[in-house]
């Protein structure tokens, strides 16, 4: 059997101006532009919508799962989180 | 007929023209060829089926009557729908060159309303051009691609070039009462906007590898094609029946219920 799927685009959505761009899923289609109109009719159906980007799966350049050393958090980082450090009493100046 | 006629014949042919395509369209929801187009042709559907009930509005403000009681209990061989709309769905490359021929048709009938001196039929067609820009937008890029892409999807698309440019020039056969209203400058003449489709559809289906019946050249007096007239005088296809029958099915088993 020949492949007959078209390719996967990554799709990113922006709901206004100045907002980041996020991604919200992937469609087929079979080329750039049509990749832009499959997107505008998935995603900017319900959601608001000001701009898509369309990226080919094949182009985003990921990490891989099972490099073990890559994301590795063997000893303790609680002094970088944020929650670290005591927040003030909750309401002490809200009167 | 008198220009208050004419209107109402203008905007239920207008309505019914969109409210069946809108439902042949429906019938691809679960069953169009890629997902992606399962659910473009469902929006188109429902933007269609809008389509219509704006126009039913304005022929509700005309005669009193509300867009459900003219959608759904009207029997069908009351619609003045075209041809093209009614036929079934047949198979994906039918469904496209079909959308396309019709929102080619939309594009100049509505550039025309827009300018239309009669405010509430202008005002619905500004409001609804940008959609149906889309629509040929997404129709169009279909054609041009399914036109070359395979030996296959060429031969399929040819076909239904076939099978529907005689039933699009269907869309374009004089509306009872238009030239009343044509002459007051209210909408155009149905005429105009065929020659303008033809303008229109040729290059694009030329540019995709498909043949036409007709060259850009010769336009619509040159043509051997048959028009499919007789929907706008209410003489119907054998189709029309059963698509109204199951659009109307369930509100007709309790009509005015609220959902």
Redesign the interface.
């Known amino acids: 059997m020949n492949d007959t799927q078209?390719p996967i685009w990554e799709v990113f959505h922006q709901e206004k101006r100045g907002a980041p761009h996020v991604h919200v899923g992937a469609?087929?289609?079979?080329?750039e532009?049509?990749a832009l109109?499959?997107a505008k009719?998935?995603f900017a159906?319900r959601l608001e919508c000001v701009s898509l980007w369309v990226v080919r799966e094949e182009h985003v350049v990921r990490t891989n799962y099972d490099d073990p050393f890559f994301f590795a958090r063997n000893t303790d980082k609680r002094y970088r989180e944020v929650h670290g450090f005591p927040a003030p009493l909750k309401g002490k100046h809200s009167e | 007929m008198n220009k208050e006629q004419a209107l109402q014949s203008y905007l239920l042919a207008l309505a019914d023209d969109e409210l069946i395509l809108g439902h042949r369209d429906a019938e691809w929801t679960g069953h169009a060829p890629l997902i992606e187009e399962d659910i473009a042709f469902s929006n188109i559907a429902q933007d269609e089926i809008g389509h219509a009930q704006s126009w039913l509005r304005v022929y509700e403000s005309l005669t009193g009557t509300d867009p459900d009681t003219v959608a759904f209990l009207r029997d069908h061989n009351e619609f003045t729908c075209c041809h093209l709309v009614q036929m079934p769905k047949g198979d994906w490359a039918y469904t496209i060159v079909r959308q396309f021929f019709f929102d080619a048709a939309e594009i100049v009938r509505l550039g025309y309303l827009k300018q239309s001196v009669y405010d509430p039929i202008r005002e619905i067609a500004v409001k609804i051009y940008p959609e149906e820009q889309y629509h040929l937008l997404h129709t169009q890029g279909n054609v041009e691609r399914l036109g070359d892409a395979t030996e296959e999807s060429h031969r399929r698309m040819q076909r239904a070039v076939d099978e529907a440019f005689g039933q699009a020039l269907g869309l374009f056969e004089s509306i009872p009462g238009e030239d009343v209203l044509a002459d007051e400058n209210i909408v155009p003449d149905s005429k105009t906007i065929e020659n303008e489709w033809l303008q229109f559809v040729v290059p694009v289906l030329k540019r995709s590898g498909l043949r036409s019946p007709v060259d850009e050249t010769n336009g619509s007096g040159g043509t051997d094609v048959k028009s499919w007239y007789g929907g706008r005088q209410k003489e119907h296809t054998g189709h029309l029946k059963q698509i109204v029958t199951d659009m109307q099915q369930v509100y007709r088993m309790i009509p005015g219920a609220k959902w």
């Open positions: 078209l469609v087929h289609a079979s080329d532009e049509m109109r499959m009719e998935q159906r």
